[in-house]
Nanobody, 123 residues
Framework: QVQLVESGGGLVQPGGSLRLSCAASGNPFTLPVMGWYRQAPEKQRELVADMTSGGRINYADSVKGRFTISRDTAKNTVYLQMNSLKPEDTAVYYC?????????????????WGKGTLVTVSS
């Protein structure tokens, strides 16, 4: 069973920076896509950024130029460097991963989710 564990959230002032980390355990196979979603109060969960094992990256328009996603594919770990943070970035940030090809052959098509880490941007 794959588990995703996030770390790095917290309280930061506007304009500040935070770095989120997410490590996948319980799976020896490469996860084809790993990324980050966020959910602000009373809003739907939205994609922030994701990255394939081959290096293709996708960002939400709202974070382009401020956030940088990276990953260590061998370790199934993904990072999110967040700079120039704004109050509207306040949300619970969730790590997400697509099951490996092996897991899909075994019938597991559901994405994996972490429990989330809270990021609060406030003065």
């Amino acid at each position: 069973q794959v588990q995703l564990v996030e770390s790095g959230g917290g309280l930061v002032q506007p304009g500040g920076s935070l770095r989120l980390s997410c490590a996948a355990s319980g799976n020896p196979f490469t996860l084809p896509v790993m990324g980050w979603y966020r959910q602000a109060p009373e809003k739907q969960r939205e994609l922030v950024a994701d990255m394939t094992s081959g290096g293709r990256i996708n960002y939400a328009d709202s974070v382009k130029g401020r956030f940088t996603i990276s990953r260590d594919t061998a370790k199934n770990t993904v990072y999110l460097q967040m700079n120039s943070l704004k109050p509207e970035d306040t949300a619970v940030y969730y790590c997400n991963a697509e099951p490996s090809a092996i897991d899909k052959l075994r019938g597991n098509d559901n994405p994996y989710w972490g429990k989330g880490t809270l990021v609060t941007v406030s003065s």
